[in-house]
């Protein structure tokens, strides 16, 4: 008997074409029928099904700290701050943010999820994900039209701040360190210190 090797895992990039893209009804579709592992955290980004990456301890902390500060600032205001909820920005791409400010209530999306139009801002808090977070979902949510996009960088303790979307990406990107302060476009007397929304220097 001869013994075959398995080849080894060489990396390759599959032609697009080759790949089916499912439309965000598919994705609810296979969900519901449990297709999906439900262990397995995932979001659609444009066609593909992709995992999310776990959330450690500092991920936790700083979007707790975020959306605690925001939800006092808002408390006034005509919208709500949303964690890790779908939004669907297109028939393609339904991504699940860390945080949203979303226009309105929460009763007012118990039929549908959020659109574009409906976004004030997006938040990603990058531990693991700041090259994906900063250079395919920038893209994503400025062809959908997304106003404003921001990157929470716990490892350089930065803030990625995105304006300006086009059909190509967002052309305003400045990139805020400690002690600066950022205010939503949307809601300009709102002010957040970047240390207070980071988890404590151990």
């Not at 990107?173 to 302060?181: A, C, M, R, Y």
Request: hydrophobic share 40%; glycine share 2%; proline share 9%.
């Amino acid at each position: 008997m001869t013994l075959v090797k398995p080849l080894p895992n060489l990396p390759f990039t599959l032609e697009p074409s080759l790949l089916k893209r499912w439309t965000v009804q598919e994705y609810h579709r296979i969900s519901e029928l449990g297709i999906l592992d439900a262990n397995e955290r995932t979001e659609l980004i444009a066609g593909q099904i992709t995992l999310m990456a776990a959330k450690g301890t500092p991920h936790v902390t700083a979007l707790r700290l975020l959306a605690a500060a925001l939800d006092a600032l808002l408390a006034e205001q005509p919208a709500f701050v949303s964690t890790q909820d779908p939004i669907q920005l297109d028939n393609f791409s339904e991504p699940e943010p860390d945080l949203a400010i979303v226009q309105g209530t929460v009763l007012d999306y118990t039929e549908d999820h959020p659109r574009p139009e409906q976004v004030y801002l997006v938040v990603e808090v990058a531990d693991s994900t700041l090259k994906q977070d900063c250079e395919i979902k920038d893209k994503l949510y400025a062809q959908a039209g997304i106003t404003e996009y921001w990157v929470l960088d716990l490892k350089n303790r930065q803030l990625h701040i995105f304006r300006n979307p086009t059909p190509t990406g967002y052309t305003n990107h400045l990139i805020l360190s400690e002690p600066n302060q950022a205010s939503p476009l949307a809601f300009p007397s709102c002010t957040l210190t970047l240390t207070s929304i980071l988890p404590p220097v151990s």
